[in-house]
């Protein structure tokens, strides 16, 4: 086995979302006096195996159906292993499953130390998983894919990290995680906005293909601008400390990208929103952390 290759197949450059929205959780945790650095690991690893199992998954129910294939706009822009011939798809299969597997230990290990409240989370989170492009659901292929994300990377995970330090559920941790699933979201609707016309050839429907670019690119624009103003507004709510206004670095990013969508929607458009998403994240995590270090008045 090439582990290089399957390295790859995992997408393994996606995984710092799931490492910052576990580590949001983690950060407003610990603002709280409550952070076990085990626990966080634990969860951190656990979260990875699920959003590597469902890369794979993905790629291997997209390529069943034809719709990863040579010269397939996703082929294009990253290394696709399954495509390109170098891994077998029933052992993406089995590989995916494994990892389901190891997800599922942990996630049984954290119900033991937690309580079974922490089912509804892990549940959701599997069942949402799997069924991102799986029969009988497949909600990436009606157009849900961008909501499924934001709820992922926002309210999901960065409330069942909160959840794990502290037992507790976090109107805050809620409030908190909506602007970074949002920018997370943004990540799939740049992808579906680029490949709108090769999508809408082979009979996906996604908010691409039902808006439209002009549409879809001002969807684009209104939920960036959103996800900044969130933040402006929870630090005016004091759900943030003064603090949470770091994320603004991040701000030139995304004005750069939306005035290159205004011309032309590049070709790394995902990537380059990932970018902002992750720059966006890493400073909320650093704001948490000052907030507790060096609160403001």
């Known amino acids: 086995m090439n582990l290089q290759i399957w390295f790859l197949a995992m997408r393994p450059w996606s995984f710092s979302m799931t490492a910052i929205s576990v580590g949001v959780g983690g950060a407003l945790a610990a603002?709280?006096?409550?952070?076990?650095?085990?626990?966080?690991?634990?969860?951190?690893?656990?979260?990875?195996?699920v959003h590597a199992a469902t890369?794979?998954?993905?790629?291997?129910?997209?390529?069943?159906?034809?719709?990863?294939r040579p010269g397939a706009p996703t082929t294009l822009y990253r290394p696709h292993p399954l495509v390109q011939g170098l891994i077998a798809p029933h052992a993406v299969l089995r590989v995916s499953l494994g990892?389901?597997?190891?997800?599922g230990l942990i996630a049984f290990?954290?119900?033991?130390?937690?309580?079974?409240?922490?089912?509804?989370?892990?549940?959701?989170g599997l069942l949402a998983s799997f069924f991102y492009t799986a029969d009988p659901v497949r909600y990436k292929y009606i157009a849900l894919g961008e909501l499924s994300v934001f709820l992922m990377w926002g309210p999901l995970m960065i409330g069942g990290a909160?959840?794990?330090q502290t037992r507790e559920l976090s109107p805050q941790a809620l409030a908190i995680s909506i602007p970074?699933?949002?920018?997370?979201?943004?990540?799939?609707?740049?992808?579906?906005?680029?490949?709108?016309?090769?999508?809408?050839?082979?009979?996906?429907r996604t908010l691409g293909t039902l808006l439209g670019p002009e549409r879809t690119m001002r969807l684009y624009q209104i939920l960036a601008a959103l996800a900044y103003l969130a933040v402006v507004a929870l630090v005016a709510l004091k759900v943030l400390s003064p603090w949470g206004l770091l994320?603004?670095?991040?701000?030139?990013?995304?004005?750069?990208?939306?005035?290159?969508?205004?011309?032309?929607?590049?070709?790394?458009?995902?990537?380059?929103?990932?970018?902002?998403?992750?720059?966006?994240?890493?400073?909320?995590i650093i704001a948490l952390i000052l907030e507790k270090l060096l609160p403001l008045l």
């Open 180 to 204: 970074f699933g949002v920018l997370v979201a943004l990540v799939l609707l740049a992808n579906n906005l680029r490949d709108i016309e090769y999508d809408g050839s082979v009979g996906i």
């Open 99 to 103: 990892l389901y597997g190891l997800a």
């Open 31 to 49: 603002l709280h006096q409550s952070f076990d650095l085990w626990l966080f690991l634990v969860t951190l690893v656990g979260a990875i195996a």
């Open 247 to 284: 994320v603004f670095f991040s701000a030139p990013l995304a004005f750069n990208l939306i005035k290159a969508l205004q011309r032309e929607v590049p070709k790394d458009a995902d990537a380059r929103t990932a970018q902002i998403d992750t720059l966006f994240g890493v400073c909320l």
């Open 162 to 164: 909160y959840f794990v």
């Open 109 to 124: 290990y954290l119900l033991w130390i937690t309580g079974p409240m922490l089912l509804g989370f892990v549940l959701v």
């Open 55 to 68: 890369n794979l998954i993905n790629d291997y129910f997209d390529y069943k159906r034809g719709v990863d």
